[in-house]
């Protein structure tokens, strides 16, 4: 069964890549007005966050504008995606060359670098673009999916993408980072979610306090790795533009500094990226704990 969705998946990775634009965008209006108007967890949660968090009441049309926005912009970057996997250099990278001269300078000088990503746009073109631009080897941590045969087809993926997975429930999970960034290679971590066990530091998200993860701030801090954002949102078919840069360099800081002042440089950084992009960030996680 296992091996049977692993191949299924790669099946619909490949439909899905070579869809052609009239028929993504049909595609992502027909979800987008489904998932919108269809009584869901996932649509709880976006009427939540985006209620609580934009200001935008679901009753409202605006509101209702915005669910179909997001939902349509998850399709289309997913048709994306796969034709990135599938036909890697498919996708154009605008503002590719300033962010790669940044990483590539670090590693000139022997560093390990720690990537902090987000759910914003296509995260999966944004590991293809890390894996493209270090000469040394970039680990991805990930969550184990639920479905049977998710996490093979998960691995297959980011294998595709020139990445390696390191998964978030290992005991050894820990040790394996620190090992990593001492051989002077890279991690590349999705930052915006809730952190298991609601452990992480606490910091100002959106203008609400929430549980951040905490893993990017203690490993720069121990190991003396600078931390770079990078996040690739879509600007039309087939073309994305690449945000982030530099957020901290424990070598450069000045003074003493709390892993939990690091955390909140990294939220910052963002909800820089929401404000640009609202549309194209997952509203459906429950990141923040709102009162009755």
């Known amino acids: 069964m296992t091996i049977m969705i692993a191949v299924l998946f790669r099946i619909l990775v490949h439909i899905l890549a070579i869809l052609p634009d009239s028929i993504t965008e049909i595609l992502a209006t027909g979800v987008a007005w489904v ?26 049309s ?8 997001v939902f349509g912009s998850q399709v289309r970057c997913l048709v994306e995606t796969c034709r990135e996997v599938v036909a890697p250099g498919t996708i154009i990278l605008e503002g590719e060359q300033e962010w790669r001269r940044l990483v590539q300078g670090i590693e000139e000088n ?43 087809a998960l691995e297959w993926l980011r294998q595709r993408l020139g990445l ?14 620190m090992s990593s960034l001492r051989r002077g290679e ?19 998200f959106i203008g609400k306090p929430v549980a951040f993860v905490g893993g990017p701030a203690a490993m720069s801090l121990r190991c003396n790795s600078p931390i770079v954002s990078v996040a690739t949102v879509r600007t ?8 982030g ?9 000045h003074g003493s500094i709390s892993e939990a002042q690091v955390s909140q440089m990294c939220a910052a950084e963002i909800e820089r990226w929401i404000h640009l992009y609202p549309e194209q960030w997952t509203w459906e996680y429950k990141r923040w704990v709102f009162g009755p």
């Open 110 to 152: 022997g560093r390990s670098i720690i990537f902090a990503a987000a759910h914003i746009g296509s995260w999966e073109i944004t590991g293809a673009l890390i894996a493209r631009t270090c000469g040394k080897r970039v680990h991805a941590l990930a969550k184990r999916p639920k479905v049977r045969g998710g996490g093979a």
């Open 236 to 243: 039309g078919p087939r073309q994305f533009k690449v945000l």
């Open 186 to 204: 890279h991690l590349a971590m999705v930052i915006d979610q809730k952190p298991e066990g609601r452990v992480g530091d606490t910091v100002q």
């Open 62 to 69: 605006f509101a209702k504008a915005f669910y179909r926005q």
């Open 35 to 60: 998932s919108g108007n269809l009584r869901s967890r996932r649509l709880r949660l976006i009427r939540m966050n985006v209620d609580k968090i934009l200001g935008l009441p679901p009753h409202t």
């Open 164 to 177: 390696s997975v390191l998964w978030s429930h290992k005991k050894s999970l820990v040790r394996d980072m």
């Open 245 to 253: 840069g530099l957020v901290f360099d424990p070598v450069v800081a």
